[in-house]
């Protein structure tokens, strides 16, 4: 069997409508994904938010309710319907794309009643530095699910299943809230002293009921969805070795590979490397280092040394272990992470993650589809060209030209699988300008064209597989042997 690149697509933005049709669009959608180069989608938390159906999912009220349940006022969740969700996963796994799902085990929110806990009030910027001793608090802690009735489980939450919370309903007061006689976990993030605690009511992952709960519901969510595997969020606020085990655990129960990647949202490449290590690599990561590179070169106003583009970035030192991305929902404007890489430099972004022979590049659906809430507008012609092209012809022997401060290039030589493949990028955060590049034998003699339409004229490649390519300013330049990829 030929193998093809892999290629992701993030199916959602943060402000996408509330109006439940997420799953709809990406059923009617599957085919076309298909057809131009997507592998894999990773879809937003499917389970109900306290925000019910103006919840992005992120605020985790009830894990068993994937629309199904009258809670949190709605049915059906900001996406859609348990019905709907489970049949575009069958829809798009039957045109060959297999489907990730993001899970938050981090935290819960939105519970049903409040409990009287004892807790000492934290720095919240040293969690390590207690600043009241033991006080009685009002907790959000008992989530009881009324709307569900223990349909699927009839595990009920209570103060002992956490480590702590945001939350003092007596004072109607913000803050750090250690419950007495917990302590945060030290496998986490160092951040403010400690970084264990989020928001909401932070789950207790060291409380045997608690990882019996979730190790029944992985199993069951896994039964129910058929998922090929998981997105887990804010991996650096739970403790290391806890994924580890309950991936581990969720693959000898599903009898499936379950490809995991997980958000661990930190600039350091030594923090990434640490937990990579920690998990025994069986867990990817988003390679976020490279995502500020990106950021910091489009405000550079062409001041960026691209020589250094990929300097300690995950794809340079873990290529196996990095999905690589320009944005996503997190850092769109107005979000906590805000990072967003400017609009000129995203077809330069794009084409190192989409064209290289390194990492899984996931395409983010607020550079495709646009996000109107911002004005951004949509980049699907663009991409739609650079996916077929990493489908097609992204293959062979990868050849670097990272040898000038603004004008930088690559080529792959192709290979015997994939008719015409091979191709050369040029790309520019500055001035225009050209570099004489080789494309490996199976190009040499031919002409290439520049798939993008930055450059019309096309370069001839020598017997030896040289060529003169040229790139204008601020953009880049795929020259391929076929004049329309589609």
């Not at 015997?416 to 191709?423: K, Y």
């Amino acid at each position: 069997m030929i193998k093809t690149n892999k290629t992701m697509m993030q199916y959602f933005e943060w402000y996408l409508p509330d109006d439940a049709t997420l799953w709809k669009k990406v059923t009617n959608n599957a085919q076309y994904l298909d057809s131009i180069g997507i592998t894999s989608v990773w879809l937003p938390p499917a389970y109900k938010g306290q925000g019910g159906i103006h919840d992005t999912g992120y605020g985790v009220y009830d894990l068993y309710d994937l629309g199904e349940f009258d809670q949190k006022g709605s049915i059906p969740t900001k996406y859609g319907t348990k019905e709907e969700y489970l049949n575009a996963i069958k829809t798009l796994k039957g045109n060959n794309i297999q489907v990730f799902a993001d899970i938050v085990l981090n935290h819960k929110m939105g519970a049903d009643g409040t409990e009287e806990v004892l807790a000492i009030e934290d720095n919240p910027y040293n969690r390590n530095n207690d600043i009241t001793p033991p006080t009685p608090i009002l907790a959000w802690t008992k989530y009881t699910f009324p709307g569900r009735n223990d349909k699927y489980s009839s595990f009920h939450w209570n103060w002992t299943h956490f480590h702590g919370a945001g939350w003092d309903e007596r004072q109607k007061k913000a803050g750090v809230y250690k419950f007495y006689g917990k302590h945060w976990d030290n496998e986490v993030d160092k951040e403010n002293g400690n970084f264990d605690y989020l928001m909401g009511e932070d789950i207790d992952l060291n409380n045997v009921d608690v990882v019996t709960e979730l190790t029944n519901w992985g199993k069951w969510y896994l039964e129910t969805t058929n998922v090929d595997g998981f997105r887990l969020d804010a991996v650096k606020h739970i403790r290391f070795s806890f994924y580890k085990d309950w991936i581990k655990e969720m693959k000898e129960l599903s009898g499936k590979q379950l490809y995991s990647f997980a958000e661990y949202w930190s600039n350091d490449i030594h923090s990434l490397v640490t937990y990579l290590r920690q998990t025994k690599e069986t867990i990817s990561l988003f390679d976020v280092p490279l995502h500020y590179n990106f950021f910091n070169a489009s405000n550079s106003g062409g001041n960026y040394d691209m020589r250094h583009i990929f300097d300690n970035t995950l794809v340079q030192s873990y290529p196996d272990s990095a999905v690589t991305f320009v944005d996503n929902h997190d850092t769109q404007p107005g979000q906590s992470l805000f990072s967003w890489v400017q609009d000129w430099f995203k077809p330069i972004a794009y084409s190192l993650i989409l064209l290289r022979k390194d990492g899984y590049p996931c395409v983010f659906y607020g550079d495709y589809y646009g996000i109107p809430h911002d004005a951004i507008s949509p980049k699907k012609d663009l991409l739609d060209i650079l996916i077929k092209v990493r489908k097609y012809l992204a293959y062979g022997n990868q050849n670097d030209y990272f040898d000038h401060p603004n004008v930088v290039g690559f080529t792959r030589e192709g290979d015997t699988n994939h008719a015409d493949s091979g191709l050369a990028v040029l790309i520019s955060d500055g001035p225009g300008g050209n570099k004489i590049m080789n494309v490996g034998k199976r190009l040499a003699g031919s002409i290439l064209y520049d798939c993008t339409g930055n450059v019309k004229e096309p370069v001839y490649v020598d017997q030896d597989g040289n060529g003169i390519f040229y790139v204008n300013g601020g953009s880049v330049s795929v020259w391929i042997k076929s004049k329309d990829i589609s």
